[in-house]
Structures are given as C-alpha cells and as structure tokens.
C-alpha cells in the first residue's frame, strides 16, 4: 500500500442526510418573506431548490456563471426596491467576501442560503476548502448566520433569517445541511446524449500526455482521470470552479520542460472567462488547455437533477470567446480521433493552446469523487518534481 492508497468510504456507504423540507416548501417560505429574486449557482444541495425557483412564476430565478456576481447584482436590485436570495455552495460565498464586505457597510440587506458547514455527515474531504471559505467569509466579516442540523425545520428557519435580514438591514445566512432539500413530487428526467463523453476525452488525455502534468477540475472528468492512476502523484485535480487553468498555468511555468495539460470543464471556465485573455498575453508555450464542453454542470446528474444549463448550454462559444482574447492555438474537437490528432499537436508545438473537446455525453464515474485526498498528491506532486532523486510513494529509498 502507497500513501496515495488513502482509506475512503465505500462506494456502498449509507448517504448520511435527512431530507428537512421539498423545495416548494423553502420557495413558499421566500416568498413570505418578501423574496422578488434569486441569484445562484447550483452545487449538489441546492440543486433541486434552483429547478424548482426557475418553474415558479413567484421568484425570479436568475443562474450566474459565478457567485460573486451574483452578489454584486442582488446590492443593484435591492438599491432599485427588490429583495433577493443569493444561493450558493461555501466556495462562492467565499469569493463574495468582497462584495458582501460593502453590501454590510451599506447597510444592505440579503438573504444567503449556502452549504458544507463542514459538520453533519459531511463525508467528502474536498468539501473542507468550500466549508473553510464559506464559514471564515460568514464568520470573519461578522455575518449572522444559522447552521441547520439534520431534520431542522428548513422552512421556518428561511422566515425566520429572511425577516431577520430586513429588519437588521444586513447580510444573514443559514448553512444547510447535506441532502436536506428534496425534489418533491417527480423524478428527474434522464437526457440521453449521442457523441463524445467526458470518458473519452480522459482516456485520450491519458493516453496522449507523454510525460505531461495532469490538473482536472471538479467536474466529473477529475474522477475519470483518477481511476486507473491511483499511484500517480502527476494527475491531479482542482476542485474550485473556475481555478484548474490557473493553476495548470502556475504549474507550467515552473515546468517549463514538461507538458502541463488542464482538463478543464465547460462551466468550471466560463465563471473565469478572463483567464483566457491572460494565456493569450502571457500563457507558457508548454501549456495546454482541454475544456470539455457538454453545455452544462453535468456533474449534478448525480444528485438526480435535471441538466444544469451552463453558459455554453445559453450559447457561449468558448473557442470564439478564446480567440477573441487573443489566443492563437485554439482547435475544437467532437470525436476522440480528432481530440487525439489535436493533443498531438498540441502537447509537440509550442502554445499556449486550447482544445475545445465538444463531449455532450456524461458518464457517471464508476467511483464518483477524486480517489484521493488532495494534500496528499498536492504534497506528493511537489516533492517529485522538486525532489533531485527519483522517489516511490511507498516511501523515500534513500
Ligand atoms: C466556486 C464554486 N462554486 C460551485 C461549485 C460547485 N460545483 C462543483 S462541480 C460544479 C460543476 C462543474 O461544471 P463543469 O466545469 O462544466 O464540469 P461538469 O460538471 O460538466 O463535469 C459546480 C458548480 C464549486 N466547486 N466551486
């Protein structure tokens, strides 16, 4: 057994999470307390509570490619008489800091419902940045808030806060717990897609990189890449939206001799568009960039929801957009022949480059979370390529 062989729960483990309240039930209590509009990005817990705001004519339902601006918008609406919800994982409410630092020094009042307090059968252990940066934003910029337990009476808890926010004039949140908000009644529909699948685009990366560096994203590709390189400190993956192409940026040009490939997702690079404006200014030439591109947040399939529609999924041209920016390599592929021909490509000719890997198909992964915690390959990966001596994982030969 390897360090990277970390314990990890059973793929049959129970789902802890107690169901509090349907989606309809939370929306109804918005609306009593005066809710005109919600700005949100979906993460799995408040997945069913966004499809269920986006079919009831009581709210406007507004998606956002990222948190922040979400935030921002809901000051503006609130500065024009209406009064908002702002739904999100930790991870964005982290990154709204800035704007909800202004909305409490004016005096601005929003409702937040976020997830991943860190407690409560949380079972995922990269949840703990989204938790980190979620609780320190409510904490460290003194915003009241409420950690809901299994079973809590969601609802009441929503009027409560909701009021609460108006009559302080100030940012308030509750954190929900896992699984807490259901459907109601219906299942979710299943979209079945014909073409590329995320499947496919890891296993043609995989099977091109050479000695190329690896950084996945949260999406489901992350898992793909993992399974089958378990030993494997060079593949790796970034679980914040928005972050894997930076990061696959920093790593290139500390390795400058070495192919660094980001395998990035659609939604994951269209909440930072303008890193694309960045690679074209100063992108190393060994860096390429894969972006799979199925229109949505697949990833979300696991938790039973309905297709959630990424920008690309309202018509955003991510190759257009990049080229736009300035950068010169940009190739497009819709089968895994032509992704092999331009990985090929790419990973030989000087860049920065981006593929754009046109995959509408999504396949769950076998194992669906990335098989190892991410301090150990973090840790793991550093030490072998600052390490002047060939290492094992088992352990340092010297
Ligand atoms: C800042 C931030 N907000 C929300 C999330 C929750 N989240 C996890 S995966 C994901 C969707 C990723 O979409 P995409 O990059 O298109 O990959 P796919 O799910 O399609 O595989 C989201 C929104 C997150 N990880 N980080």
Redesign the pocket.
């Known amino acids: 057994m390897t360090i990277l062989d970390s314990p990890r729960p059973a793929a049959t483990a129970p789902l802890v999470g107690v169901v509090s309240a349907t989606a309809r039930e939370i929306i109804d209590a918005l609306v009593d307390v005066g809710i005109s509009h919600s700005f949100a ?3 799995s817990v408040n997945v069913h509570l966004l499809d269920a705001l986006d079919g009831d004519p009581r709210i406007a339902s507004v998606r956002v490619s ?2 922040d601006v979400g935030a921002a918008a809901l000051h503006g609406l609130w500065l024009g008489g209406g009064n908002g919800v702002l739904v ?2 930790g ?2 409410l982290g ?1 709204s800091t800035l704007v909800l630092a202004r909305m409490i020094n004016d005096r601005v009042p929003v409702l937040i419902l976020t997830s991943h307090s860190g407690l409560h059968g949380e079972r995922h252990g990269y949840h703990q940045s ?1 938790a980190l940066a979620g609780m320190g934003t409510l904490r460290g910029l003194g915003i009241a808030h409420h950690v809901a337990a299994p079973g809590d009476d969601l609802p009441a808890l929503v009027r409560s806060l909701g009021t609460t926010a108006q009559a302080m004039m100030s940012p308030v949140a509750l954190v929900l717990p896992l699984r807490s908000i259901t459907r109601g009644k219906g299942a979710a529909g299943r979209v079945e897609r014909t073409g590329m699948s ?1 499947l496919d685009v890891a296993q043609v990366v995989l099977a091109e990189r050479g000695n190329g560096l690896i950084v996945g ?5 992350s898992c793909h890449l993992a399974e089958g390189t378990s030993d494997d400190v060079t593949v790796l993956s970034q ?4 972050y894997t192409t930076p990061m696959a940026w920093g790593l290139a040009m500390a390795q400058p001799h070495r192919p660094v490939i980001g395998v ?6 269209t ?1 930072r568009l303008s890193v694309l404006a960045d690679l074209a200014h100063t992108g190393p030439g060994n860096l390429t960039i894969v972006v ?1 591109d ?1 229109g ?5 399939a696991l938790a039973g929801a309905l297709p959630q529609a ?1 920008p690309t999924g309202w018509g955003v041209d991510i190759a257009a957009v990049a080229r736009a920016c300035g950068m010169r390599h940009v190739t497009e592929a819709r089968t895994p022949e032509q992704l092999r021909t331009c990985l090929a490509i790419a990973i030989r000719e000087p860049g920065p480059r981006l593929v754009v890997a046109h995959a509408p198909r ?1 396949e769950v992964p076998a194992f669906p979370e990335p098989v190892r915690p991410s301090v150990l390959v973090t840790q793991a990966l550093r030490h072998h390529l600052t390490h002047p001596r060939p290492t094992t994982l088992a352990g340092d030969p010297r």
């Open positions: 990005l979906p993460d990222t948190e999100t994982e991870s964005g990154l989204s995320d994203s949260p999406g489901f590709s679980q914040e939206l928005g990035d997702g659609d939604g994951s690079v909440s799979i199925n949505g947040y697949g990833t979300f990424a999504s």
